[in-house]
């Protein structure tokens, strides 16, 4: 596994920028501070539906782009991403507004293009990849970096500088809608993974923007926007560690805020957030972008401002560097309070200074800027691009129960594939995806990718099969008149698949995605009486679940003969689906969240302490249905040899743990290695299990191989009493599991010294070396 997440880029020429500062107006300046977003009343088909939130109230009419850049302009918003156009139309308009912002203006300086990129870019014919908890769930950053790099790479090709993820917001309330762009439950998890993803982005020239900082997904019941009451412990140890690896290790470019209010103070405003911690502790040089629309929310929503004035001023000063999608507040009413005296010129010099920065760093300055503006068509959705989307999809896809139906094999009679999700190619993509953030709002365009559904990609898959399809009910409506017809269809096959679970869409247009959160962790609609139904047919029933968040599914796995979990699983999804029922493809992927027993059981988090678990104290049941790392496959692993290299080791140091892990069974498999550890005693309460390591493990039949970790003891930092960033000297119990609650080897290591405070240059990364043998 790869450990090496030392940043690299290119530091700009600082005399360009200062000859620019020393001769730009007030109003030139403020003008590189924000964003432009045209687009939103065109395109065919356009349809009723924001993006982004309140967008229809929040927009205003900024009176076309030539007025609005007279002086300048900070950025274009989504070019390619807010209507489907095709990359050529797309280009040639993008390259009218580079020329006329360069021959039109008087300083001459081109915008930077942002898109947004979680699933792939968010674009027309774009290739989708998978979303977020399916890289947690394939605990593989190296194919999620070249994921990335992919994207990078198309993006790069449409001439687009900045891309808006990942996203670190750490998994805490399995009810709020945005889970699906998270990565997992885990701060490691995540900040590996994302960190990874910063560094394939960046790799491809563009800028990865990390957000939301932060937060965002601790919002009290689960609710989108909602207020946020974490502890500062919890803040320090579960949602920060994410964004400072990928600002430290990664080098990530661009931070964006999150919408969140944190024990009354929105984050857009705190500037001990983001540049007391930001820049003066954590050393960020990049730019600092306001999430679409939160500098008015100072004033409208979180009402902390007295109008637009104050409120961008507040953003200013607290360390917000540009304004999006459209500058509002950064314009005229930020002006005022300048000329007023109300905010110092220097505040705006220090933001235009980091724009200036970052347009240097990406070429934007340069005189040849304009001949290398791209032009002609470009391919979004090339082969290679869809062999790594397969390629993920299949390593993702969790087997979470199996009575020894799966595989199918490649003659596996008749077949019902039943369920809403199973002829839906949207049902396999996120809301992030171009088809469900954008296309949906342009009913009668074509998705523009060539995408197998689950019962196409098993017609391909299973030839000699006999398949019918019946839907059965809607993935959110209360019909049920379809429910005979496919319970008949499965009394009458010898195997039954249902494909059920979400509908990505935004702002309850959906029941996964960005506003679409939940009060209930049932399926959606019907399908708990649909999938009832078919259970009381005497087929044995496969679940297939293609959502954006775990559900409760005891009822399920306590019935079906097997349950199949996929994280929108993307363009490919289909194929890894097909492959993994049939058994091309041996299942490997893991949870990267605790599936829930209830929702009354929310928030949950597996690195809860002990008075977090079960308790004869109370009647609520909190123990997940299956735990953070769970996953079975088709063939069996053994560990063995648990070993602490030295089992005393100085609180500032490093230990180093053993295993060996040999594939038992008949068939080639990935095993992903997990390494956990918890302190026996210390000076605050600590979760039972952390995650402090893990290795995704490729075995042959026979095959066996150690896994050696190398983990610095600022894995098992914290944060003590007060507040001080720690390394106690004590116990630490180590387990190899097969999740977070089975533990398979223990052991321990005594951490000796004096009480350590972690240092910034402490090493964050566990090492992990795979040796192979026989």
Known sequence: MSTDLSPSRAEPDRSRVDELLSIMTLEEKLAQLVGLWEGRDHGPGDADGDVAPMQDSMQTDHGGFSDFA??????????????????????????????????????????????????????????????????????????????????????????????????????????????????????????????????????????????HFVGYSNSRAGRNLAPVHAGPREIAEVLLPPFEMAVRDGGAASVMNSYAEIDGLPAAADAGLLTGLLRDRWGFTGTVVADYFSVA?????????????????????????????????YLEPLAERVRSGAVAPQMVDRAVRR????????????????????????????????????????????????????????????????????????ALMGCYSFANHVLAQHPGVELGLDVATVLGALRTELPRAELVHRPGCGVDTDDTSGFDEAVRAAARADVA????????????????????????????????????????????????????RPYVLDRALARCAAVVQAFFPGQEGGGAIAGVLSGRVNPSGRLPVSLPRSAGAQPYSYLHPSLGAASAVTSVETAPVRPFGFGLSYTRFEHSDLQVRTSRVPTAGAFTVSCR???????????????????????????????????????????????????????????????????????????????????????????????HEVRPDDRRVVEVEIRRSC
């Open 355 to 426: 724009v200036l920065e970052q347009k240097q760093r990406l070429g934007l300055l340069d005189p040849a800027f304009v001949d290398r503006l791209p032009t002609g068509d470009v391919d979004l959705d090339p082969p290679g691009h869809r062999s790594l989307a397969a390629r993920l999809a299949e390593e993702s896809v969790i087997l979470l129960g199996n009575d020894g139906i799966l595989p199918l094999g490649a003659d596996p009679g008749r077949i019902a594939v039943l369920g809403p999700n199973a002829e839906d190619p949207a």
């Open 70 to 211: 007279r002086h300048g302009l900070g950025q274009l918003t989504r070019v390619f991403g807010t209507t489907p156009v095709e990359p050529a139309d797309g280009l040639a308009r993008l390259a009218q507004r580079q020329r006329h912002l360069l021959s039109r203006t008087r300083l001459g300086i081109p915008a930077l293009v942002h898109e947004e990129c979680l699933t792939g870019l968010a674009a027309w014919r774009a290739t989708t990849f998978p979303a977020p908890p399916s890289w947690g769930a394939a605990f593989h950053p190296e194919l999620v970096e070249e994921m990335a790099a992919a994207i990078g790479g198309s993006m790069a090709r449409l001439g687009v500088h900045q891309g808006l993820a990942p996203v670190l917001d750490v998994v805490r309330d399995a009810r709020w809608g945005r889970v699906e762009e998270c990565i997992g439950e885990d701060p490691y998890l995540v900040a590996t993974i994302g960190t990874a993803y910063v560094r394939g982005l960046q790799s491809a020239g563009v800028d990865a923007t990390l957000k």
């Open 297 to 329: 929310f100072l004033h409208t929503l979180h009402k902390v401002a007295s109008d637009l004035g104050d409120a961008a001023a507040q953003a200013l000063t607290a360390g917000i560097d540009v304004e999006l999608p459209t500058g509002t507040g």
């Open 661 to 755: 892990v040999r594939n038992t069974g008949d068939r080639a498999g990935a095993d992903v290695v997990q390494l956990y550890g918890s302190d026996v005693v210390a000076s605050v309460t600590r979760p039972v299990a952390a995650l402090l390591g893990y290795a995704r493990v490729e075995l042959a039949a026979g095959e066996t191989a150690e896994v050696v970790f190398d983990v610095p003891t600022r894995r098992v930092s914290l944060h003590d009493r007060g507040m001080c960033h720690v390394v106690e000297p004590g116990t630490v119990e180590l387990f190899v599991g097969t999740s977070c609650a089975d533990p398979v080897l223990r052991t321990s290591v005594e951490l000796t010294g004096p009480v």
């Open 497 to 548: 698949v249902a494909v059920l679970g979400d509908r990505a869409g935004l702002f309850g247009r959906g029941t996964s995605g960005e506003g679409c959160d939940t009060d209930t962790l049932e399926l959606p609609g019907v399908q708990q009486q649909f999938l009832d139904a078919l259970l009381d047919s005497g087929t044995p029933v496969v679940l297939v679940l293609l959502t954006g």
